[in-house]
């Protein structure tokens, strides 16, 4: 099992650029889940996807952000256009519950710097 | 709505001592679950422990064990005999029953040889 996989780890871009990150859920969870982590609101929930339909993206914060989930095997976020303050580490992470348990597994995160 | 409180921002302990972390949540789902993540300084978010609040005894892993208090909204994690890579941050989570998970603010640990 490979866990979780986020690319690019790193990306750095300049303020108005579209930015793409992307991830590579667990197969066989049913659960994805974007998150953001800065150093002045913490963890913060942008999005999540049940059987890659999108469920909640109340946490998404501006219409810059959007996400999508085609297929079981991969997710995007996206931001257009990127900002400074959208500086943050990005995680995705994945749960698979109809298996019991319910432990999120998460990516290594995309840090992602826009100047 | 879900709320997840760690009070302590940053604590330092002696290696081999044991280390309290606190937690307290609130929340109106009668079915949760609670999540203790460990993050060093490397960045990435590695899963500790995990106990269901319908759960009659305490979750334990390894040197890790959660002290639920359900009455309280409690869900201390105690980590025993640290070492010097336990020094990282720690983050209490809760799901609810939307599946959703959310966050307290963290507590760093600093251990000390």
């Known amino acids: 099992d490979a866990g979780v996989i986020q690319s690019p780890r790193h990306e750095v871009t300049e303020m108005g650029q579209e930015v793409t990150l992307r991830c590579k859920p667990i197969s066989g969870h049913d659960y994805l889940f974007w998150y953001r982590q800065t150093m002045m609101r913490g963890l913060e929930l942008l999005i999540y996807f049940n059987n890659n339909v999108p469920i909640d993206d109340s946490g998404m914060p501006e219409d810059r952000f959007s996400a999508k989930m085609p297929n079981a095997s991969f997710s995007t976020l996206k931001i257009q256009p990127s900002e400074p303050r959208d500086s943050a580490v990005y995680f995705c992470?994945?749960?698979?519950f109809g298996t019991g348990g319910g432990s999120y597994t998460f990516g290594s995160g995309t840090r992602l710097t826009v100047v | 709505a879900q709320k997840i409180t760690q009070t302590q921002p940053g604590m330092f302990v002696q290696e081999k001592e044991a280390v309290t972390l606190d937690c307290t949540y609130d929340?109106?789902?009668?079915?949760?679950?609670l999540f203790w993540y460990k993050q060093p300084s490397s960045g990435e978010m590695i899963f500790l422990i995990y106990q269901g609040s319908y759960d009659q005894q305490n979750a334990t892993e390894g040197r890790y064990s959660l002290n639920f208090q359900k009455a309280r909204k409690s869900a201390n994690l105690v980590i025993s005999a640290s070492q010097l890579g336990d020094s990282a941050m720690y983050f209490c989570?809760?799901?609810?029953?939307?599946?959703?998970?959310?966050f307290g603010a963290g507590t760093t640990v600093t251990v000390r040889a």
């Open positions: 929340t109106s789902d009668p079915s949760y679950g």
């Open positions: 989570a809760m799901r609810g029953g939307a599946y959703k998970l959310s």
């Open positions: 992470a994945s749960s698979g």
